[in-house]
């Protein structure tokens, strides 16, 4: 059985699609997200930051990924004297609001999705690639999810190994681990 295409944009997810309800809800998780730094400790690996940051810095400009489990972690990977990043969001109404997120911890968004079996066009990918491209031409790293919904997760996009094989750039996997969650 075949999954039948689906052309023009995406369907609408009711009133995320509503700008300032969006841009509320992306508030609101910016707000817990800085709760959450300022009311946990984080331990970082290695734990010298200078050595951390050294570490990187022979990397970089890289492509950061993780499972999209660990999105709201991103803030806790990417610190000061890392350098300048860009993320790439979804045109769907959810990765609009991460869009939106990106935006309010001071990175800057880039547009475009991978292709998956329910959506095969108008997802931006190839010039989401061509922007991220130019990107890493320019020195700034890139953040991105490992896996393109509704694809079962842990498995690892072309467009990630794509984006490696034409920048050069290294592929730098990172994940988070709470000792402090709740799981329902």
Known sequence: ???????????SRGLLDTLWIRRSVAR?????????????RVTRSPSD????LARFAELRPAILVSW???????PFFIEDG????VALSSPHADGLLGADLTQMFGYRPIIGT?????????????????????ELEEGR?????AEVPPTPGRRVSIGVIALAR???????????????????
């Open 114 to 134: 991978g292709t998956s079996d329910r959506q095969t066009h108008g997802t931006g990918g190839t010039a989401a690639l061509r922007s991220m491209l130019r």
């Open 28 to 40: 609101l998780i910016w707000l817990y997200i800085q709760l959450t730094r300022a009311t946990n």
């Open 1 to 11: 059985m075949t999954v039948p295409e689906r052309r023009g944009p995406p369907p």
């Open 166 to 184: 034409m920048s050069g750039r290294p592929i730098v996997a990172i994940a988070a681990a709470s000792s402090r969650r709740s799981i329902v």
């Open 68 to 74: 999209h489990a660990n999105i709201l972690a991103t």
């Open 82 to 85: 890392m350098g300048e990043f």
């Open 141 to 145: 790293s890139v953040y991105m999810t």
């Open 49 to 52: 930051r200078a050595e951390r």
